[in-house]
């Protein structure tokens, strides 16, 4: 077992919470010696957590347009 295990599921967090845990891997990543097993279980939550932020952005962005009304013109 490994720290991710008791971590909430990717899906369930907001992009500010997906954002802090991503910086905070980021952190210990570059500060701390892990063995290689638990780098790269952090690693692999930091890139799920990176595309979970990448896709609530683009979410964002295409309700902006819609409420903006580009996404009315194509």
């Given at each position: 077992?490994?720290?991710?295990?008791?971590?909430?599921?990717?899906?369930?967090?907001?992009?500010?919470?997906?954002?802090?845990?991503?910086?905070?891997?980021?952190?210990?990543?570059?500060?701390?010696?892990?063995?290689?097993?638990?780098?790269?279980?952090?690693?692999?939550?930091?890139?799920?957590?990176?595309?979970?932020?990448t896709?609530?952005?683009?979410?964002?962005e295409?309700?902006?347009?819609?409420?903006?009304?580009?996404g009315?013109?194509?």
């Amino acid at each position: 077992m490994n720290d991710t295990d008791t971590l909430p599921p990717i899906e369930e967090l907001s992009y500010e919470q997906a954002l802090q845990e991503l910086e905070s891997i980021v952190a210990a990543l570059e500060s701390d010696d892990h063995p290689l097993e638990k780098a790269i279980a952090l690693y692999e939550r930091g890139q799920a957590l990176a595309q979970h932020c990448t896709d609530l952005l683009d979410k964002a962005e295409l309700k902006v347009q819609q409420l903006s009304g580009d996404g009315l013109e194509a």
